[in-house]
């Protein structure tokens, strides 16, 4: 059902994404993406090639799982294998941001005015899907997907300025949401076993009775996904929003300071089970000692709190890419 899904939806999406493109050809005559920079300031008539705006805009967003683009992803997250969600799930959010920026500001950066003001209401849109529905969720792949769908509202708000310090700025928030959530599937597939998914909420009940290293690793990462300082992800949130406040969308900073404070209750419930819930017979069976997977799972999970740390090389780093 998942793959049926991706894959009809995807294949509508590519199909937006490529619509919007012959239009952009039409109404600019090419369609390297320098060229069409050069052009799509000098239209007269610009309303064919603002469809086709729309239709590039409709396209990357399901490519993030933006709402309301959205209803893909928390199938797949569910459906898919965890070693799979955990590519899934980290990598190709770099790719959609690349795919992204070069698009939007590579390519039609004259015309920001109009598609910033679309990225703002795709941001609104998935920062409440995404804290809302995830509250209701029991399976933790499930609660991570509709989280991903509210992190890619933050990152948008790096979008709507269509500065570079904003775009640097959301930048540094997919590498920061890439490495927490690679440490949040990846502590799901390192306590999965022949059997045993480890998939739901309550799979986690009494996790720092039997392990309290994996319990302080994934605490790590859900506080870092919450935003709470001074891990890596208040940090990233913290830069994104004063990105959106910098480019004069105080509504919208606003907006995402109450949708973050919501999400916060998810993110506690995964750590109140871990720390305060006594283990089920069926989950309180010797730990996997996969050592290969627990390193690589633990150094991210410490690294989340060294960048909190010493967060500012990186984000010059980024600052670097985009000339700021």
Not at 37 to 45: L, P, T
Not at 67 to 81: E, K, N, T
Not at 209 to 224: D, E, L, N, T, V
Not at 272 to 298: C, G, H, N, Q
Request: neutral net charge; contains cysteine; glycine residues 12%.
């Amino acid at each position: 059902e998942a793959g049926m899904k991706y894959i009809v939806l995807g294949s509508l999406a590519s199909g937006l994404l490529l619509y919007g493109m012959s239009l952009v050809y039409g109404a600019t005559g090419t369609l390297d993406l320098a060229g069409i920079h050069a052009a799509s300031g000098n239209v007269a008539d610009k309303t064919l090639l603002l469809t086709g705006v729309v239709f590039l805009v409709a396209g990357i967003a399901f490519k993030l799982g933006a709402a309301p683009f959205h209803m893909w992803l928390p199938d797949v997250y569910h459906g898919a294998p965890t070693a799979v969600t955990v590519f899934i799930g980290s990598a190709p959010k770099i790719a959609a941001f690349g795919l992204a920026y070069r698009l939007l500001e590579g390519g039609l950066g004259p015309l920001s005015g109009q598609w910033t003001l679309m990225l703002a209401i795709l941001a609104v849109a998935s920062l409440a899907v995404g804290n809302v529905l995830a509250i209701a969720q029991s399976n933790l792949k499930r609660m991570l997907a509709y989280s991903t769908i509210s992190h890619v509202g933050f990152m948008l708000l790096g979008f709507v300025g269509g500065t570079p310090a904003g775009y640097s700025a959301a930048m540094f928030y997919i590498i920061s949401y890439t490495m927490t959530a690679t440490v949040a599937f990846g502590m799901i597939a390192l306590l999965a076993r022949k059997g045993f998914e480890c998939e739901e909420i309550d799979d986690f009940k009494g996790l720092n009775q039997r392990s309290p290293w994996y319990a302080a690793i994934m605490g790590i990462a859900m506080f870092s996904l919450a935003g709470v300082p001074p891990l890596f992800g208040f940090f990233a949130k913290l830069l994104v929003l004063k990105a959106a406040i910098d480019a004069g969308f105080l509504w919208l900073a606003i907006v995402a300071i109450v949708f973050a404070i919501i999400g916060i209750y998810y993110y506690l419930r995964v750590v109140k089970v871990m720390y305060f819930d006594a283990a089920a017979e069926e989950t309180a069976l010797p730990l996997p000692s996969d050592v290969a997977l627990r390193w690589v799972i633990s150094i991210n999970g410490l690294a989340l709190i060294v960048l909190g740390l010493a967060w500012g090389p990186l984000f010059d780093w980024c600052n670097r890419a985009f000339g700021v």
